[in-house]
C-alpha cells in the first residue's frame, strides 16, 4: 500500500502563498486520482482539490482561482499551490489516495500525517 508524507505547511500572513508537497512511496502513475483535503479546528475534514492522472482537476469553490493543484508522476510527487490565502485557509492540509470521481470526488483509505498551514498576521 502506498504511503503519503506531506510537507510545505508553515506560517504565512494573509495574501501570502504556500507550496504544499506529497510524496508517494511508489509510483503513483496508476493512481487515478490524487487529492488534497483540510481539516480546520473544530470542523469536519473537507475537500480542497483533485487531479486525474491526465491533469483534469476539480477545485472547491472556496479555493478556484487561488489554489492550484497538480502532480509529476515520474517523481511519484502531488502539489499544492497556495496564493492570495486567507486565515480562513488556517487548517491542517493532507494528502489522499481518491476513489472519485473527478466530478464527485470520496475519500479513500490512505492517507498522509498532515501539514499544518497557519494564515495570520
Known amino acids: 500500500q502506498v504511503q503519503l508524507v506531506e510537507s510545505g505547511g508553515g506560517l504565512v500572513q494573509p495574501g501570502g502563498s504556500l507550496r504544499l508537497s506529497c510524496a508517494a512511496s511508489?509510483?503513483?502513475?496508476?493512481?487515478?486520482?490524487m487529492g488534497w483535503y483540510r481539516q480546520a479546528p473544530g470542523k469536519q475534514r473537507e475537500l480542497v482539490a483533485v487531479?486525474?492522472?491526465?491533469?483534469?482537476?476539480n477545485y472547491a469553490d472556496s479555493v478556484k482561482g487561488r489554489f492550484t493543484i497538480s502532480r509529476d508522476n515520474a517523481k511519484n510527487m502531488v502539489y499544492l499551490e497556495m496564493n492570495s490565502l486567507k486565515p480562513e485557509d488556517t487548517a491542517v492540509y493532507y494528502c489522499?489516495?481518491?476513489?472519485?470521481?473527478?466530478?464527485?470526488?470520496?475519500?479513500?483509505?490512505?492517507w498522509g500525517q498532515g501539514t499544518q498551514v497557519t494564515v495570520s498576521s
Open positions: 489522499n489516495v481518491n476513489r472519485g470521481p473527478l466530478s464527485s470526488p470520496r475519500v479513500g483509505p490512505v
Open positions: 511508489r509510483s503513483i502513475f496508476s493512481i487515478a486520482i
Open positions: 487531479i486525474s492522472t491526465g491533469g483534469s482537476t
